[in-house]
């Protein structure tokens, strides 16, 4: 059993269509963050959220951490085609380390 | 953009014989992780290093082995490689007491 639990593994919409991918954990942390990852790159740091409730707001992504801190939600308002990617949620553990959730491929059809 | 570049970016290889990959970094950032990417799993770490000739193991480690003798560089080994280490490879690195990791552009493995 993994630490994050991402779901759904894959989501498929059309342009212009909003979706919220989840991450889940029965674990409590401190911080979560997100990362979107596009094909053929390594992943890129989305957001850093770090209160119980916290909702943090980058454009059309909205990023909500739970209010008891082990879970965590990304929602896309009106998706584009540049939203087609990877997003993995990471924990930090001991020693400067991440543990990934295994990630929710997201395609937005145009 | 880190200054972190990868090399080889694809390379294939045959059962049993060795291969290394190597991370090289110009921001001068203490640590450095070597990660595997397969489906369904995203990102497991095999083994980082805290500085140079220190360096740790992650989660799946079996099989591999790295070294550090520069801060901007970190090899990671597969001594003898087998087809389930067919996958994608990334190196971070990151600064001390940082949350952000920062990813090179990958290398591609196959092991036929």
């Known amino acids: 059993t993994q630490l994050l639990e991402q779901s759904p593994q894959f989501l498929s919409i059309q342009e212009g269509e909003n979706l919220t991918v989840y991450c889940n954990s029965s674990s409590v942390f401190s911080s979560l963050q997100w990362y979107r990852q596009e094909p053929g790159e390594g992943p890129v740091l989305l957001v850093t959220v770090v209160t119980g409730g916290e909702v943090k707001k980058l454009k059309r992504l909205t990023f909500q951490f739970g209010d008891a801190r082990k879970d965590s939600s990304l929602h896309i308002t009106a998706a584009q085609t540049g939203d087609t990617g990877l997003y993995l949620c990471?924990?930090?553990?001991?020693?400067?380390?991440?543990?990934f959730g295994g990630g929710t491929r997201v395609l937005v059809k145009p | 953009d880190a200054g972190i570049t990868q090399s080889p970016r694809h390379k294939v290889t045959e059962t049993g014989t060795p291969v290394t990959l190597r991370c090289h970094q110009t921001?001068?950032?203490?640590?450095m992780y070597w990660y595997r990417q397969d489906p369904g799993h995203g990102l497991r770490l095999i083994h980082y290093s805290y500085g140079v000739k220190d360096t740790d193991k992650g989660e799946v480690s079996d099989g591999y082995s790295v070294s550090r003798s520069k801060t901007e560089d970190f090899l990671l080994t597969l001594e003898s490689a087998t087809s389930s280490q067919t996958s994608v490879y990334f190196c971070?690195?990151?600064?001390?007491?940082?949350?952000?990791?920062?990813f090179g552009p990958g290398t591609r493995l196959t092991v036929l």
């Open positions: 971070a690195i990151s600064a001390p007491r940082s949350d952000t990791q920062y």
């Open positions: 990471a924990v930090k553990a001991a020693g400067n380390k991440l543990t």
């Open positions: 921001e001068n950032h203490r640590y």
